[in-house]
């Protein structure tokens, strides 16, 4: 990384000075653009993962006919969506109906901004950096809202509604878990989240914050509006809810690359708040010299297979459970998944106060240095 | 430099849309534009380093506030023709409550420049240090020097909730309602009767 | 930077307890099915008197300044806490017939209540405009909350949109003015805020910033008192809520007004009082007059009562406008002795109510003596008082304070008092008139009330007589408390 930015700033021959924050400007750019890049053909072999993973389990094969295995699939997709025709309805209103799908996939891109992909990567290393993912992921509903009113059609209303009541109530219970989470490594910073959990399998939040663990995920799937929460789609109820009314490349970028993207990152937070984030599962179990070295460091392959392993059961989950009756998301949000984060917190406060869990360790070394 | 004019720029935009909350037509589009105005207001504390306060900003005006607004302004379905009579006929009036409201913040600051310095020992907050989180900062006074008003502010909230479940919540009848600890609590008693039925005899 | 930790909140002990109490009842009704609320009512109850308890218990022998300098515990505060308590309970004891016949007696009820009371007490504590703010929405909210509680009835949502408005806009007003006196003196302590105010009047300043400032303070304390020209809530508040919401409105905030006043003009403007004296003898004057004209006209008595406030209000600042420790006291005195006569007459109101029916116009009471001379004459000593007769302890409340204006060399302001409370008595009068000399309405029932009701009631009647010819501890407490 630091031999691209050398590059940079010899390749545009700027002198030190002011060539300096010019250069540092472009390699924001150039790390903004890598990183959102990566994140749409993420994207776009999810979607090819889903349909295939959905496949196997329903016994079919999914999608076989373009390229081998399938695998150019989302890009057929992706050119027959932008080709076609966008349909704007006629008493639409026309520029929100136009903005809502703007307003969906910002946040959902910007987000990315404040992950930590590895000990040194990544591209604002802010101190807020959890808050700064909650207020984004909370302004993704928008999109949705709009999308349903702008549309000016019955159902696509009801599904707005719908969705902005749930995502109220979920981030609740969402932003609860993170107090968990934050309580322990005592930073908003997602590398210092990461870093805290140091120490193997077993000093992961996963042990010590389970109740949180399955809330946060729980609330993700909801936040995302996935299966089993998919109520602001609904196909069977309201045809296909907020997004009813869109069409071709609208309805690609108000739909489906900021629903994907967000299961992504929803993924990627699980296993950074989590899971240990970029941390080695095998820490401490092979010495540093030895040939299985890679194996116990810190990189950016584990937390591409943590990351791997909830997206895929965001799937498996989308395969297996009906969707929820909207009472009952009500009532799974406010009534059960808010209480648990809440006295998980209180137990969690016992437990620091009284010294139990593998922070304290680490907070005692902290004091100790 | 580059920050003066992201100030101007986030300012211009601030200050057009709260012209646009007032005028905008449709109450679907006055929310928005005051959803814009939060960003934007966002933006500048970002710019003035008080990073909390902005993302607390959006987290809990945008992101929640102003979405249960949304919501409630789309299901009302406002009579915008019969909200907007009488409004070139009040704009003088309200002309002049607006000047008037100007003349007074301008007062605020104008009686800001007249403290003499012995009473304004704060006028000039020192340049914040690099690696001090004012996330941090703000959270050790609130638990600290201001933990009283903080949890006087926690009991209006629970205040605000008391009150507004005993004036809403109300049990009419004929509500179908799930109760799932009843569901749960079913017995084989309550649902199932054995009855003894006398075999069929051979005839 | 004071750093505060668990062991410095024992200096809240009330303040805690209060809080810790008002949970508790609010879980208790939870699990207490709806034919056993008296369970409920009792628990309140006893919470009132453990947090009496502890008021006295743990009040410091001095001045006391804690938790990062926005809390202070002294003798004011004190006598302020458990006179509201008090009062607090025996609102309650008068308003349960009330509520069980109306089917408001919930539990939510309770806890605003108690909710009421804690923001009176913090306000009564508050050694900061923060603290000072909190309290001050403490209690407003839980207030709305109750003007509006029972739900049935349009007028009652009225009057709370109104009051909601109304106390929001003078919320503001005072933020504002606080706001502004942060401008100029950089802190909210009013320690802190009185420091600053007196370097600055000692070098002569006279701080174009500072008065506006304090215009808008003054505003807000108006609107909360609900003195003219900001009393416009006060009748239709009065009017429109539940009579024991308005038995409660009538008390104990009045105690929290006082705390207000005190705390933040007194104490913390203290350097300023020659520029508010002006203001508040305005407030004062009309107050008076316009309160004691108006309620002439009218023959709903909570109407009459809020008038008569109002009236009273104006003698509360009139004392309070001599800025000297003479005139505190009697305005504290005031405020004492005006809190037990709101409590029974609002009480009398809430004696004579009964299912379906509430006895807040005048003619209710016509020819109460025939159906219960106990009670009438009970209310003719009440309204005698409130008139300013003696010897009863309205007599004295005014004539303390009309002797600490004319020792601050005030004559025509002692004159305006005197004729406004002629004018005043008129219409108590007018209830005595009708309680004695007509004829009773037809069909009109027995009184109704549980015998504790009644027998409380007869004792705070009498204190009124009590009081008045005893009136020494009383005022050499008030005396005691109030800092020379």
């Known amino acids: 990384m630091e031999l691209i930015q050398q590059l940079l700033i010899s390749v545009l021959g700027f002198d030190a000075g002011s060539a300096a924050t010019t250069a540092n400007l472009l390699w924001i750019l150039l790390q903004i653009l890598l990183v959102t890049i990566s994140v749409i053909l993420c994207v776009a072999y999810t979607t090819l993962a889903e349909r295939k993973i959905i496949g196997w389990m329903q016994l079919r094969l999914g999608p076989n006919r373009v390229g081998p295995w399938g695998l150019l699939q989302p890009f057929a997709d992706v050119f027959k969506l932008l080709l076609k025709e966008v349909l704007v309805p006629a008493n639409a209103d026309k520029l929100l109906f136009l903005l809502a799908p703007i307003l969906s996939l910002a946040p959902a891109l910007a987000a990315w901004a404040v992950v930590s992909f590895n000990p040194t990567f990544t591209i604002a290393n802010i101190d807020a950096g959890l808050l700064y993912i909650l207020a984004l992921t909370s302004m993704g509903v928008y999109g949705v809202i709009l999308a349903g009113w702008a549309a000016n059609s019955k159902y696509a209303f009801l599904g707005a509604m719908r969705s902005a009541a749930q995502i109220v109530a979920y981030e609740i219970a969402m932003g609860f878990s993170l107090v968990g989470v934050l309580m322990v490594s005592g930073s908003l910073n997602l590398g210092k989240i990461v870093a805290s959990q140091q120490g193997g399998l077993f000093h992961w939040n996963w042990l010590w914050l389970f109740p949180l663990f399955i809330v946060y995920f729980i609330s993700g799937v909801a936040e995302t509006n996935r299966a089993p929460f998919d109520v602001a789609e609904g196909e069977s109820e309201i045809v296909a809810g907020f997004h009813v009314e869109y069409s071709g490349a609208t309805f690609a970028v108000l739909f489906a690359l900021p629903e994907y993207a967000n299961m992504i990152l929803i993924s990627l937070l699980t296993a950074t708040m989590f899971m240990g984030g970029w941390l080695s599962p095998f820490d401490g179990l092979f010495s540093a010299s030895g040939i299985f070295a890679w194996l116990a460091a810190p990189s950016f392959l584990w937390l591409g297979i943590k990351t791997s392993c909830f997206l895929f059961v965001f799937l498996w989950i989308r395969a297996t459970f009906p969707r929820y009756r909207y009472d009952q998301i009500m009532r799974l949000g406010w009534k059960v998944l808010i209480p648990v984060t809440l006295v998980w917190i209180a137990v969690e406060g016992v437990m620091v106060w009284l010294k139990v869990g593998p922070w304290a360790v680490a907070a005692a070394a902290a004091v100790a240095s | ?6 100030f101007y720029l986030f300012a211009a935009v601030l200050v057009g849309a709260a012209v646009g909350v007032v005028v905008a037509r449709n109450p679907v589009h006055s929310a928005l534009f005051l959803v814009l105005a939060f960003f934007n207001s966002a933006a500048l504390w970002l710019l003035l380093q008080a990073e909390f306060l902005a993302i607390a900003l959006v987290l809990v005006y945008v992101g929640a506030v102003m979405v249960l607004f ?8 406002v009579n915008v023709a019969a909200l907007r009579e009488g409004f070139a006929r009040h704009a003088p009036l309200g002309l002049v409550v607006a000047g008037l409201m100007v003349v007074e913040m301008f007062q605020v600051l104008w009686v800001r420049r007249l403290g003499e310095p012995a009473l304004l020992a704060h006028a000039q907050p020192a340049a914040v240090e690099a690696g001090v989180s004012n996330t941090k900062a703000l959270g050790t006074l609130l638990y600290t020097q201001y ?19 005993a004036l809403t919540m109300r049990k009419r009848p004929g509500l179908k309602l799930q109760d799932v600890s009843k569901q749960v609590a079913v017995t084989k008693a309550d649902r199932l009767r054995i009855i003894k039925v006398e075999a069929e005899k051979r005839p | 930077m004071i750093p505060t930790s668990l062991a410095d909140f024992a200096i809240a002990a009330p303040e805690v307890t209060l809080l810790g109490v008002a949970c508790v009842v609010l879980l208790l009704d939870l699990f207490i099915g709806e034919s056993r609320r008296g369970w409920t009512f009792l628990a309140t109850l006893l919470g009132l008197a453990l947090t009496a308890f502890v008021t006295l218990y743990c009040a410091p022998a001095d001045r006391t300044v804690a938790l990062g300098g926005l809390y202070v515990a002294d003798a004011v505060a004190t006598v302020i806490k458990f006179a509201a308590i008090a009062t607090m309970a025996v609102v309650l004891l008068y308003s349960r017939d009330y509520l069980s016949a109306r089917g408001l007696l919930q539990g939510e009820y309770l806890v605003l209540a108690l909710f009421v009371l804690l923001g009176v007490m913090v306000m009564a504590s508050a050694s900061s405009l923060l603290s000072m703010y909190m309290g001050i929405e403490i209690m407003a909210l839980s207030a709305y909350g109750l003007v509006a509680f029972d739900r049935e009835n349009p007028i009652a949502a009225e009057s709370a949109m109104k009051y909601f408005v109304l106390g929001a806009i003078a919320s503001g007003t005072l933020l504002y ?22 370097r600055e009047v000692f070098f002569g300043g006279r701080h174009i910033g500072l008065l506006f400032g304090l215009a808008f303070i003054i505003v807000g304390v108006a609107f909360k008192f609900g003195a003219v020209p900001f009393h416009m809530w006060v009748p239709d508040v009065y009017h429109g809520a539940p009579t024991s919401v308005t038995l409660m409105l009538g008390s104990v905030p009045k105690l929290a007004s006082f705390a207000l006043a005190w705390r933040v003009l007194a104490e913390g403007l203290g350097p300023l009082s020659h520029e508010w004296h002006d203001m508040l003898v305005v407030l004062s004057v009309l107050s008076m007059v316009i309160g004691n004209i108006v309620a002439i006209s009218q023959t709903n008595l909570k109407r009459m009562l809020a008038y008569s406030t109002i009236s009273h209000v104006g003698f509360i600042l009139l004392g309070i406008l001599t800025a000297n420790a003479e005139g505190y006291t009697a305005a504290l005195y005031y405020t004492l002795t005006y809190v037990i006569m709101a409590a029974a007459s609002f009480g009398m109101i809430l004696l004579l109510s009964r299912q379906g029916f509430e006895a807040d116009r005048i003619e209710d009471f016509k020819g109460l003596a025939q159906r219960s001379p106990w009670f009438a004459w009970m209310m003719l000593m009440v309204m005698m008082s409130t008139a300013g007769v003696p010897p009863f302890v309205g007599f004295f409340a005014k004539l303390y304070v009309i002797q600490a204006v004319l020792n601050a060399g005030m004559v025509w302001l002692a004159l305006v008092a005197v004729l406004a409370s002629v004018v005043g008595a008129y219409y108590y009068l007018r209830i005595v008139k009708v309680m004695f000399f007509d004829a009773p309405a037809e069909r009109a029932p027995a009184l109704g009330g549980s015998p504790a009701f009644r027998m409380v009631l007869s004792a705070n009647s009498l204190a009124v007589l009590g009081l008045g010819v005893v009136n020494g501890p009383l005022i050499a407490l008030c005396q005691q408390v109030i800092p020379h």
């Open chain 2, 1 to 6: 430099m580059f920050t003066t004019v992201l």
């Open chain 2, 70 to 77: 949304l919501f409630v302004v789309m299901m009302l379905d």
């Open chain 2, 147 to 165: 933990a009283y008003p903080f949890q006087l502010a926690a009991v209006v909230l629970l205040i605000a909730i008391v009150a507004a479940i």
């Open chain 3, 177 to 198: 003015g606080i706001s502004i006196l942060y401008g100029v003196t950089g802190s909210f302590d009013l320690n802190a805020v009185q420091a600053g105010l007196e």
